[in-house]
């Protein structure tokens, strides 16, 4: 690829991981007004926490473009048409921080089985109360939309000797050693009922919103507990609420919402079979430090020729 690559860096602020940066020929940008001169020799482009406005922008008029690179896993907010029909090459921050979000959604099993909740309100309360637990060990987990974050998940889950169920857009041609059986995307129902834990960690595409609605709701266990760590929209929360207020399922566990960030005074503060986190179950000391070394890695790579870890099907979503 040469020596020649500069990279533009979209961002909302000047964060400490651009230090990183230093042996980079860059240029950071933050508004459109300053596009013009920053985007002129950029070839490379790091998606960063700019907007897909400035991005779409800068996309328009930088002419040497080759490459972009989402600091994000997600797609969905960045998106548009004259980008997916491109020949502009997409990668995004794909398993960089799926360890972390396996991480968090064995929290939320062991929170629902040993109902923390409950603890915790009578340790505050000065209450000794003893109350039976759930062991997670032989129960069943299944992931709605098989990919790295998935994969994290199934082999926490696994190591805890629970049964992993698994739908996959194309069924694996090889056994996998931590996923029991894998069903299609039409058949999420029928995984679904066999469940006592459902987690959700597909991206968010057309085909993906509100995979998970009133449908599959009602073929849940009563005793079911929803974990979203995927994206907010694949869950469709009105018919979440329904389930939760009706007490047609036992929980949720929430990192991502449709509308973040979430209102003041919004139901799912208030529920109490609701786990809550603000959309940062992997925001760990460092991620952003890993995001960075991710990219660097990858410019790496770029500047040698080398093939680009996780392209994006820019026309799938993902």
Not at 28 to 51: F, H, M, N, R, Y
Not at 80 to 93: A, D, K, Q, R, Y
Not at 284 to 293: I, S
């Amino acid at each position: 690829m040469g020596k020649d690559n500069r990279v533009l860096v979209l961002a909302s602020g000047n964060d400490p991981q651009f230090a990183m940066l230093k042996d980079l020929p860059h240029t950071i940008c933050s508004e459109v007004a300053t596009l013009a001169p920053a985007t002129k020799d950029a070839t490379v482009i790091l998606q960063w926490s700019g907007s897909r406005e400035l991005l779409r922008a800068s996309f328009g008029i930088s002419g040497k473009l080759r490459w972009i690179h989402s600091k994000a896993a997600g797609l969905d907010n960045l998106l548009f048409p004259e980008l997916v029909e491109s020949s502009i090459l997409l990668t995004n921050g794909r398993g960089v921080f799926s360890a972390s979000l396996g991480e968090f959604v064995l929290a939320a099993i062991l929170y629902f089985a040993k109902d923390f909740r409950r603890m915790i309100r009578n340790q505050t309360a000065s209450v000794w109360e003893q109350f039976d637990v759930q062991a997670i060990a032989g129960q069943t987990v299944g992931i709605v939309g098989y990919g790295d974050i998935g994969r994290a998940v199934a082999s926490r889950a696994h190591a805890m000797s629970m049964r992993v169920l698994a739908t996959k857009r194309h069924l694996p041609g090889s056994i996998d050693s931590i996923v029991d059986h894998f069903y299609k995307p039409e058949e999420r129902r029928e995984m679904i009922a066999l469940c006592d834990y459902i987690v959700a960690t597909a991206p968010l595409t057309e085909e993906t919103r509100h995979m998970i609605s009133d449908a599959e709701f009602a073929a849940m266990k009563p005793t079911a507990v929803v974990i979203n760590v995927g994206r907010g929209p694949v869950i469709d929360e009105a018919a979440l609420l329904r389930a939760l207020t009706a007490e047609r399922i036992k929980g949720a566990g929430l990192d991502v919402f449709e509308h973040e960030p979430l209102p003041a005074g919004h139901l799912l503060y208030k529920l109490e079979n609701v786990l809550l986190s603000p959309h940062c179950a992997d925001h760990t000391f460092d991620w952003q430090d890993q995001a960075m070394r991710f990219f660097l890695e990858q410019y790496g790579r770029f500047q040698k020729g080398e093939p680009l870890k996780n392209i994006a099907n820019k026309r799938l979503g993902y």
